[in-house]
């Protein structure tokens, strides 16, 4: 599956932003997708994660409460919702789709597609 991330920018401290990962190639439904983020100098980190129907995911402590993943499988489009955005959210964020799902929360080594990522930076 191909993916192509959008929505990223430059926002304020306590700003929001909505990050788009647009999904082809492959039949949507039937992959878990996830959302990692890579600070400049960090490893990269599953920010969150969703199964195939939507109706299970998972947050990273860090960004539990202020951030929201959802998907339209109709649109074959994964969302990222940011809100209360902080500094150290700034990071690459890049969506990520896994075709089988072996564990919850899904590991790095279980997505073998990745879009090439959207720039998010938080002024504070």
């Known amino acids: 599956v191909q993916l192509v991330e959008s929505g990223g920018g430059l926002v304020q401290a306590g700003g929001s932003l909505r990050l788009s990962c647009a999904a082809s190639?492959?039949?949507?439904?039937?992959?878990?997708m996830g959302w990692y983020r890579q600070p400049p100098g960090e490893q990269r980190e599953l920010v969150a994660a969703?199964?195939?129907?939507?109706?299970?995911?998972h947050y990273a402590d860090s960004v539990t409460g202020r951030f929201t993943i959802s998907r339209d499988n109709a649109k074959n489009t994964v969302y990222l919702q940011l809100t209360r955005l902080k500094p150290e959210d700034t990071a690459l964020y890049s969506c990520?789709?896994?075709?089988?799902?072996?564990?919850?929360?899904?590991?790095?080594?279980?997505?073998?597609?990745w879009g090439q990522g959207t720039q998010v930076t938080v002024s504070s």
């Open positions: 990520a789709a896994a075709p089988r799902l072996f564990r919850w929360p899904p590991g790095q080594d279980d997505f073998d597609s």
């Open positions: 190639g492959s039949t949507f439904s039937n992959v878990v």
């Open positions: 969703i199964t195939r129907g939507g109706g299970t995911t």
